[in-house]
């Protein structure tokens, strides 16, 4: 997609339309990286460290509603994606976009708020089971990133992109961490 967190209509059509393949191929991945995360939480929860654990359950859980909301995420680029092809009318296209980027986000947005939520208390969980060391810092430097990074876009004009493009990079390696923490205390 063009730009994390833009609600542009025309913007998102715009730059859609201009590699609608690209968008295509990013749906498919994040439509498969969702349905990996499942087994990952099944096994993340199985691990001795977490199993028996209510906050292992209760932030799996979490982080599995979260996991919907990617993939929620991905249905919204693809109708994107859907919009821009040859032969739609781009005009009749912006009332449905529009809705979707306003108001229907509030389907969404608790959702993606629990992915990064669910992220975060399962790495404390982890963490606080002994199971991973990293995680929870860098899922908190994500959030700082998130947070000084949107004052650095509004006072000094910093690139969205760039702001974008960290937070997810820490929140991913975060969740990585995470995985190979409790791989180890498995193995």
Known sequence: MPLPGTTDVAF???QVGLTPDRVYW??????????????????LCS???LRGSGH?????????????????DAIYHLVAYEMVLPGVSREAMVPVMTRLQGPDLVLVAPQLVALLGGG?????SAARAGAARWAPRLMALALAAAVAGGACVRVFGLERRFVAVTVLA????????????LWRVRS
């Open 47 to 49: 691990v001795t460290p």
């Open 12 to 14: 998102i059509l715009e």
């Open 26 to 43: 990013s749906v498919v991945i994040q439509l498969l990286s969702s349905a990996l995360f499942v087994p990952a939480l099944v096994g």
């Open 56 to 72: 292992g359950f209760a932030a799996a859980t979490l982080f599995g509603v979260g996991v919907t909301g990617l993939a929620a």
């Open 120 to 124: 975060a208390y399962l790495a404390w």
């Open 170 to 181: 820490l929140w991913s390696l975060a969740v990585a961490e995470l995985g190979a923490g």
